[in-house]
């Protein structure tokens, strides 16, 4: 559809003629049916629920190539999956560039008839967070896929529900800046989200990041949020003034509206980590009954310098599980150490893991594990380890690597530590941040480190109470482990949130207990070697 996520107009894909998609609302116990039509006319669509592990029905994730076949156009597909677990979830395009395309939604799952969730609240609030860019998805694409490569820099605009501002600014009385202050009516498709709360409340907002690519800070001028959930597990709650969000992850704050009540305030949210070309995105928090046109009287709250990485850390190290959630197995079977590197296949850039730069194949790997279907992919796993002696402080010597479409077969059942190591990227002095999003699976994030993960570090895990997630950070120069433990059968992927980096190859596949798969939809894998299979055995 035509719309303007800000005052410029451009395409996005759209969801029952709305951008972002539908707000889908469940209680935790439902199983929704989710039918999808495909009324793209060009390309293929999947639609991944992110965060929701998919127990027992793997061939609902969405993933193109992976979980299912991408819905052609016309085609139909029901997504049927039990949600079952309260929480703040998303959903989002996972094939070829569609998320920065914005294909995306909240999926937002309430405790159980009858249950209680474990902290108190008088209303709620909930917000998307986005990046949007004036190219089109399909031009990136092209672009990140030339020789040499045309990276697809910082995003024009950040959007909060799928709303912000390019050429002008509400804040432009408050800075020095040339940009013009915006004249809006409120009805423009790019006027600010407006989040509604009565003083003298506690309310909850709910958080998720689907961004293509920023990192952000975000934070309401005036308030102090208490920081409750993330990615749908309880987590020991602590205050902050601010908070960082990765593509991937979702949180629940609570905040008091103890301010005056004849403002507004602002919700901002700045990019971290990478050098900010892109203005903050601004929201309005409407005291009622103040007028909602009334822009609020003091600046947008400050938030840390963009490559201000003591304080991420300082904020990744804050969440902990709340007492008594699930604690991890005290050993691991396993322990993959997976070395993450910006490198060159023939001239083109590419990300790879331990020198493989995931290619997806045309069979989802479910259907051709499960069916035992030989040459669908690289019957070869991929290292469980980088070679030793590799400097992740310096460019690499030779940054050449391969293209690869193994998988890692993980016992049934088994612990499997993952420690992702950072490195230097293939310019001097860049390294950057990855949010790492595991499917069908919550990890327990274990440990955070500096430099080389060696293994004597493993002695310093937290097995006390880390936060059980299930997206993890991996800042500049450094590597952090998780731990999860292998029992959910299925084919999943394990790979870097920003939708560029996925698609130049930075991700691994896990495969674990795919005998013990039942019921696959044929409509899920009626392409590549499978669809040749039903098609022999006279199924469709
Ligand atoms: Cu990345």
Redesign the pocket.
């Known amino acids: 559809m035509h719309w303007s996520p800000d005052d410029q107009e451009g395409v996005v894909i759209a969801i029952n003629g709305q951008f972002p998609g539908p707000t889908i609302r469940a209680r935790a116990g439902d199983t929704l049916h989710l039918h999808l039509t495909n009324k793209l006319h060009t390309e293929g669509v999947v639609i991944h629920w992110h965060g929701i592990r998919q127990i027992g029905t793997p061939w609902a994730d969405g993933t193109a190539s992976i979980s299912q076949c991408a819905i052609n156009p016309g085609e139909a597909f029901v997504y049927r999956f039990k949600v079952d677990r309260a929480g703040t979830y998303f959903y989002h395009g996972h094939y070829g560039m569609q998320r920065s395309a914005g294909l995306y939604g909240s999926l937002i799952v309430d405790v159980g008839e009858g249950e209680k969730e474990k902290f108190e609240y008088d209303g709620e609030l909930s917000i998307l967070l986005s990046d949007w860019w004036h190219k089109g998805s399909r031009e990136q694409e092209v672009d990140l896929s030339s020789k040499p490569m045309r990276w697809i820099g910082e995003p024009q605009t950040l959007l909060i529900n799928g709303r912000g501002q390019f050429n002008c600014s509400l804040a432009a009385h408050f800075s020095n800046s040339t940009v013009a202050p915006c004249k809006l009516s409120g009805n423009e498709q790019y006027a600010p989200y407006i989040l509604k709360v009565h003083p003298n409340k506690t309310y909850r907002l709910r958080i998720a990041s689907s961004t293509a690519l920023a990192s952000l800070n975000l934070a309401i001028g005036n308030h102090k949020m208490r920081v409750v959930e993330a990615d749908g597990n309880y987590v020991k709650p602590f205050t902050a003034d601010n908070i960082d969000v990765y593509s991937g992850d979702s949180y629940s704050v609570l905040f008091r509206t103890d301010q005056s009540p004849s403002h507004n305030y602002w919700l901002s949210a700045t990019v971290r980590g990478r050098e900010p070309h892109t203005p903050p995105a601004l929201a309005i928090l409407n005291y009622l009954p103040t007028s909602p046109s009334h822009l609020p009287t003091s600046p947008p709250p400050t938030s840390p310098r963009w490559d201000d990485y003591p304080s991420s850390k300082a904020f990744s190290h804050q969440i902990l599980s709340l007492p008594g959630s699930p604690t991890p197995p005290k050993t691991p079977h396993r322990r993959l150490i997976l070395l993450?590197t910006q490198t060159y296949i023939n001239g083109y850039t590419k990300?790879s893991i331990n020198n493989i730069s995931l290619t997806l194949p045309t069979t989802p790997y479910l259907g051709s594990i499960k069916y035992n279907i030989t040459n669908a992919f690289d019957a070869k796993s991929p290292p469980d380890r980088a070679p030793p002696g590799y400097n992740v402080m310096r460019p690499a010597p030779n940054p050449n690597s391969t293209y690869g479409s193994g998988v890692y077969v993980l016992e049934f059942n088994s612990t499997v530590d993952v420690v992702l190591q950072n490195a230097n990227a293939l310019k001097d002095n860049v390294s950057?941040i990855?949010?790492w999003h595991l499917h069908g699976h919550d990890f327990w994030v274990v440990g955070y480190g500096e430099g080389e993960f060696k293994e004597g570090d493993a002695a310093g895990f937290n097995l006390r109470d880390p936060p059980y997630r299930n997206t993890a950070v991996i800042f500049p120069y450094g590597w952090t482990a998780v731990r999860f433990v292998a029992d959910n059968p299925g084919v999943w992927a394990f790979h870097?949130?920003?939708e560029p980096?996925l698609h130049l190859g930075?991700g691994v596949v896990f495969a674990e207990g795919v005998e013990r798969v039942r019921g696959i939809p044929n409509e899920a894998i009626a392409c590549g070697l499978t669809g040749k299979m039903l098609m022999r055995n006279g199924t469709r």
């Open positions: 993450n990300w950057e990855h949010p870097c949130h920003i980096h930075m």
